[in-house]
């Protein structure tokens, strides 16, 4: 066999290039719409719910805003809904029951946390509800039948009385679906926020959470009592109203009654302001002559 080097000729044919993959109906159906090889699939829902609503749309404009909130809550920090440190509402554990009570009145909290001397030096949290607890403890340790009130000793320290809970710590910089999650888990539904050093930084609550999905829930002050829906339209009518019933609140929304009997109210259905101005009235038809 001779080793001449092979001519032009006689070198084997180049093998044909393979055929580039066809795209799939997705890649051809977003690059149609301009939205790129490798779409964010939270950026195509966000811009497809903030587009105005057409006659076939299934939502109304609450829960596309309500939607539109869920999925930025995916993007939010801690720090991004913290109550920073200049406005939080906290109790020394020094503070008498009395400035105690005083506290929990003028702040409107459920929740407040207790330190020692500064913010820095934080002890945990305090419940209302534990609270009313002690008080009603101490007002039954005269033996009667009755509550004593009298033998509550209001002058007793905050840390005193031992109804301090433990209270979460958190870094500004924490996912607040991560927090979300851990305050589900851990049953504790207030947060400190805390620099590297251990300093704090802000608050943070479960309304907080909660709020940057549904909105500012706010409360009146004659419905901070009633722990159902149904005691609440049960209060908007001063009685029990009955089945089809429509049963307004002052801030726009409006109960439907579907179910009820002569003691209480059973199932209900919720219409907001907007779902009524979208929803067409009905004209009669004229009588024909």
């Known amino acids: 066999m001779s080793n001449a080097p092979l001519s032009d000729d006689e070198l084997p044919a180049a093998s044909d290039p393979l055929p580039e993959e066809e ?14 090889e490798e779409p ?21 404009g609450q829960e596309r805003a309500m939607l539109l909130n869920t999925l930025r809550f995916g993007k939010l920090t801690v720090e ?63 033996g ?41 888990l851990s049953r504790r ?19 907080d959470l909660v709020e940057d999905v549904v909105g500012e829930i706010v409360t009146p002050e004659q419905e901070e009592d009633i722990d159902t829906i149904g005691g609440l339209v049960f209060s908007l009518a001063g009685r029990i109203p009955a089945r089809g019933e429509l049963v307004r609140h002052p801030s726009g929304f409006e109960f439907e009654v579907l179910d009820a009997d002569p003691r209480r109210i059973k199932k209900l259905r919720i219409h907001s302001a907007q779902e009524r101005e979208e929803t067409p009235t009905e004209t009669p038809a004229p009588e024909s002559s």
């Open 189 to 207: 539904h207030l947060a400190l926020v805390v620099d590297e050093y251990g300093g704090t930084d802000g608050l943070v609550s479960i309304e």
């Open 80 to 142: 991004d809904v913290m109550v920073p440190r200049a406005d939080i509402i906290a109790v020394e554990e020094s503070m008498t029951v009395a400035e105690l009570m005083a506290v929990f009145r003028e702040a409107e909290h459920s929740r407040l946390p207790v330190y020692r001397e500064t913010l820095d030096d934080p002890r945990g949290m305090i419940h209302i509800r534990d609270l009313m607890s002690w008080i009603t403890t101490a007002a039954e340790k005269s």
């Open 23 to 36: 795209p799939s109906w997705l890649e051809r159906l977003l690059a149609r719409f301009g939205l790129g």
């Open 40 to 60: 964010d699939l939270r950026e195509v829902i966000e811009d497809a719910l903030a587009r105005g609503t057409t006659d076939g749309d299934t939502f109304s």
């Open 144 to 184: 009667g039948p009755n509550l004593d009130l009298g033998a509550i000793d209001l002058a007793s320290t905050v840390g005193s009385i031992d109804i301090t809970r433990e209270i979460l710590y958190v870094p500004p910089s924490m996912p607040v679906l991560d927090l979300l999650l851990r305050m589900q």
